[in-house]
């Protein structure tokens, strides 16, 4: 069972202001220095996937979300990933999709295709989820991905989590409604972070 280290900022990843570590990644909070690169990588278009929902947020929006609240928040927070060369190569947050449901819903992203396939996001995922558990009164998190993302669902299933159901018809996407897929994780199936 894989344990991961949650670590405090600046130890074993000097200057990068790590919060969590992994083999080839770390997560941080975001900085308001990012905020520039964060909004232009998550809204290049040519860089997304066939299964990209298209919402691409208004910049002035994006940028009073982080001053209000710098992003981290009781029902919402984002973190940035980074490789182990310091490059920023994705995101990962979570958001409570309603408020009678317990726990939060999971959204991830590599920003470049060259990125993708290289095991990133799945160490992310399950550092995320990890520490979630850890720091939150919470019973389980879930992750929606659209009908036929096999990479998407493929990362959440490495990580622990299992389909529960399909949404049908739930999302609109490239001219017509496509299903989603939920997968779910519950506190006891996490392995935990080791500090």
Request: overall charge neutral; aromatic content about 12%.
């Amino acid at each position: 069972m894989n344990t991961y280290k949650a670590m405090k900022k600046g130890v074993d990843c000097v200057g990068c202001g790590c919060v969590l570590q992994g083999n080839k990644v770390c997560l941080r909070t975001v900085w308001e220095s990012d905020l520039e690169l964060i909004y232009r990588l998550m809204t290049d278009v040519s860089e997304k996937g066939e299964y990209w929902l298209m919402d691409i947020p208004a910049e002035p929006a994006f940028r009073r979300g982080f001053v209000e609240r710098g992003f981290w928040h009781d029902s919402f927070g984002r973190m940035v990933i980074q490789n182990n060369a310091g490059n920023m190569v994705g995101e990962i947050i979570y958001f409570r999709n309603a408020d009678y449901r317990a726990g939060y819903e999971l959204g991830y992203q590599i920003f470049k295709r060259e990125d993708r396939g290289k095991g990133y996001m799945s160490e992310a995922l399950a550092l995320f989820s990890a520490f979630l558990f850890e720091s939150k009164p919470i019973p389980r998190l879930q992750v929606t991905v659209v009908a036929g993302n096999e990479a998407s669902r493929s990362v959440a299933e490495r990580c622990g989590y299992r389909y529960e159901g399909t949404l049908r018809q739930a999302a609109f996407l490239a001219g017509k409604y496509v299903d989603l897929e939920i997968l779910g994780l519950l506190r006891e199936d996490c392995p935990p972070l080791s500090v």
